[in-house]
């Protein structure tokens, strides 16, 4: 059992174990710091999925280790990052198995510096979720502007800075000042005021400057009405609120971010020295470019010149070449001519040749000559055909059955005109014609020797 906390360690030199010399720390610390508040920054944030909490607390010179158990993590209705910083309430205690000094936190809430910071991030998120950061929407910034609006406070090495850098750069330029608060409550009307009135007076560009301070210092920057005023204006702005490190959410809106004051005024302040010598080069690329063409336009003309001739030479030239072409065409047509000549006599030969009357006579003596032919032809012809028939008469006369009959022989025809060749081919009782040399005799078969015949006796 451990004994009072508090209670001196005997003389007697008690030695303890390391968890009892733990144990006793635990003690004492819990008794001693059971509530207390702790302001701090967070680092080293670790989410488990146990759901607890653990973080380092520390400020510039020392760190504290801190546990946030999930019963008590989930009442925290901020969102945890390292570098918040934050005011806790917790127990001191003594994790006992590292020896490690620990704070047991049961309520945390946002400190100072850490609170704006929250309300800088929910306004951040809030306005870039609107389009007010966006790119497409910031105008250029104009390269000679001839006036500018100063939207500061008239006191203070800000505008100091700013009329010296125009001074020096750019001393042509026509500076305004409308003078305004830049911290505090009351600052934030008087800006929107200002950026207002600044834009209704047509400047080419504003420069809304503030130098540096805290956050709180700067706040009145961070204000949703401030940058709203800032994305209505129409004019150019540049915004250099703090030092470089410094960010507001004007810078954000503004067209274009400047990280000093100086350096707004050097976006917009054209360097007059550089400006003289960009306008001295041009000048003497100039003039060496008016040299180089005078001096080509000068050759060019020399080469003219030398090209150029009197018009009596040129007409005289024009004259000798308009006779040469004369000759040439003479020459031309004459060839042309008798080419033709030559081609209208070939075209008369052969036409002569294809005459319809030559034609026409070699055609009648051709017509004569094959009249004196044909009576010769026919007769020869007829006195051959009659040759040929004569014989064939004779021929014929040979074989003709009229011969046989005029010799006294006579053919048998039946009923139908058919010579009767055999004494088979008629029947008894059937009519003939007996066909003599000279006439015909109808007779009727008495009996050709076949088949037995019965005479009628009446016949």
């Not at 620990?102 to 929250?118: F, M, N, S, Y």
């Not at 020096?168 to 800006?191: K, S, W, Y």
């Not at 005078?294 to 040129?314: T, Y």
């Amino acid at each position: 059992m451990i004994r009072d906390p508090f209670e001196r360690l005997g003389l007697d030199r008690e030695v303890l174990t390391v968890s009892q010399l733990n144990g006793r720390a635990r003690v004492l610390l819990e008794d001693v710091f059971r509530a207390v508040w702790v302001e701090g920054e967070i680092s080293n944030l670790a989410r488990p999925a146990s759901g607890h909490l653990y973080f380092t607390l520390k400020d510039s010179g020392a760190q504290v280790r801190c546990a946030l158990f999930r019963q008590n993590a989930a009442r925290v209705r901020q969102a945890l990052r390292d570098g918040l910083a934050v005011r806790v309430r917790g127990k001191v205690s003594l994790f006992e198995g590292r020896g490690d000094y620990q704070l047991i936190v049961d309520t945390l809430e946002p400190a100072g510096d850490g609170a704006l910071r929250l309300a800088f991030e929910a306004l951040k998120d809030k306005l870039g979720a609107e389009g007010l950061f966006s790119a497409e929407r910031k105008r250029p910034l104009p390269a000679h502007p001839r006036r500018i609006g100063i939207i500061t406070s008239p006191t203070g090495a800000v505008i100091r800075d700013i009329i010296s850098v125009f001074g020096r750069r750019a001393p042509q330029v026509e500076l305004n000042l409308i003078p305004t608060a830049v911290q505090g409550r009351e600052a934030i009307g008087q800006i929107v005021k200002a950026l207002q009135r600044a834009d209704a007076q047509g400047f080419d560009a504003l420069i809304l400057a503030r130098g540096g301070g805290s956050l709180e210092d700067l706040w009145c920057f961070n204000e949703e009405v401030v940058a709203r005023a800032i994305a209505a204006c129409t004019t150019p702005i540049v915004s250099a609120v703090g030092h470089e490190t410094d960010v507001s959410i004007s810078d954000f809106v503004a067209d274009v971010r400047a990280p000093t004051p100086s350096a707004a005024a050097e976006l917009l302040a054209p360097d007059s020295s550089g400006l003289r010598q960009t306008l001295e080069s041009l000048e003497r690329r100039l003039l060496m470019r008016m040299r180089n063409r005078l001096a080509h336009d000068r050759l060019r003309l020399e080469g003219l010149s030398r090209r150029l001739r009197h018009p009596g030479e040129r007409l005289r030239q024009q004259a000798q070449r308009l006779d040469d072409l004369d000759m040439r065409l003479r020459r031309a047509f004459t060839l042309h001519m008798r080419q033709h000549q030559q081609h209208l006599e070939r075209l008369q030969a052969r036409l002569g040749a294809q005459h319809p009357g030559r034609t026409l006579t070699l055609l009648g003596h051709r017509l004569d000559a094959l009249a004196e032919r044909l009576p010769r032809a026919m007769r020869d012809l007829l006195k051959d055909r009659r040759q040929r028939l004569q014989s064939q008469v004779q021929t014929l006369q040979v074989v003709s059955p009229l011969a046989t009959l005029a010799r006294g022989y006579s053919i048998l025809l039946d009923e139908k005109g058919h010579a009767i060749r055999s004494a088979a081919d008629t029947h008894t009782g059937q009519r003939l014609t007996a066909r003599l040399n000279d006439g015909e005799l109808k007779v009727r078969v008495e009996d050709n020797h076949q088949t037995p015949v019965t005479l009628s006796l009446l016949d």
